[in-house]
């Protein structure tokens, strides 16, 4: 029976999470048109979420592409020509692990600074504070770090795309020896734009839900500096949970139902 009940706990705990991201996601899409009226805002976010993320997103992009070639190469070695590495690497790089692993770093560093900052807020009484000044913190707080978030990841994403290449070819001519014509010669060889546009369709989703995830724990921080603590933790491990499932609906949304229709 005790473990019944805690599985009953757990279901409707889950139910309400559910309820109460379906709420905020209701007012932010009521409050859309007010969009333009936060424009300083939302570049302020683009610049913190954006450029703040460059450092991570650069020393990332470069060791996972330098360890694709290096584990390429190597599974290659006596079944495959190494002439095919860059086309494994420009593949592996624009399909999934630049978009997805660009997401999942970004998305540790974003979506706990943004459930920290929320939530410090709640405790302390500001959010209440707007909102007895006829301010709607949904409005002021969650609108521009969701618009900002949505818009930055895909261009990080092209960012982190180029660099992982440019680390694969590097070490392909360093660490293998295939000179750049021929890493090159193997990246245009299987070339096709809807490798490089699904992956980045893919992160205007992954954006959106690491400021959902964030802002919405931020928002249910409650209990002082412990709370704003719990609430950080729970933001990083969902928005990196529904990352993965995510990246899994949308891979064959795109990729069997749209570009597979071709």
Sequence with gaps: MRIFAILGRFFLGFIE????ICLLLWRVFRL??????????ILI?????GIGSIPLVVVTSLFVGAVTSVQAAYQF???????????VVGK?????VGPVLTALVV?????AAIAAEVGTMKVTEQIDAMEMIAIDPVE???LPRLVAATLMLPVLTVFADFLAILGGMVVAKIAVGISYNTFESGLTMFFKYQDVVGGLLKTFVFGFIIALMGCYNGFRTKGGAEGVGISTMKAVVSSCLLILVANYLLAFLIFNVIFGAD
Excluded: D, H, W
């Design 17 to 20: 999470e559910i309820g109460g």
């Design 32 to 41: 859309t048109p007010r969009l333009f009226r936060n424009l300083g805002n």
């Design 45 to 49: 976010q683009m610049e913190k979420i």
């Design 77 to 87: 070695q006596g079944y495959v020509p190494l002439t095919f590495l860059g086309a």
């Design 92 to 96: 592996s790089v624009t399909l999934e």
């Design 107 to 111: 998305g540790g560093r974003v979506s």
């Design 140 to 142: 002021y707080l969650v």
